[in-house]
């Protein structure tokens, strides 16, 4: 892991978790947990992580 791009993936993962937090709170809302917005979580942390 190059230590150059540290802080953006750090930045990004802060991001992520409180995405993460949202949509849980939000499932939890919500009696039935939507699966889409969850397998759009996943694809779009993969695509972030493979850009950093």
Not at 28 to 44: D, E, I, N, W
């Amino acid at each position: 892991m190059p230590s150059v791009g540290n802080h953006a993936s750090q930045q990004t993962l802060f991001s992520a978790s409180g995405f993460l937090f949202l949509l849980l709170l939000e499932v939890k809302l919500r009696s039935p947990p939507s699966f889409f917005f969850l397998s759009f979580f996943v694809k779009s942390t993969i695509r972030l992580t493979a850009f950093n």
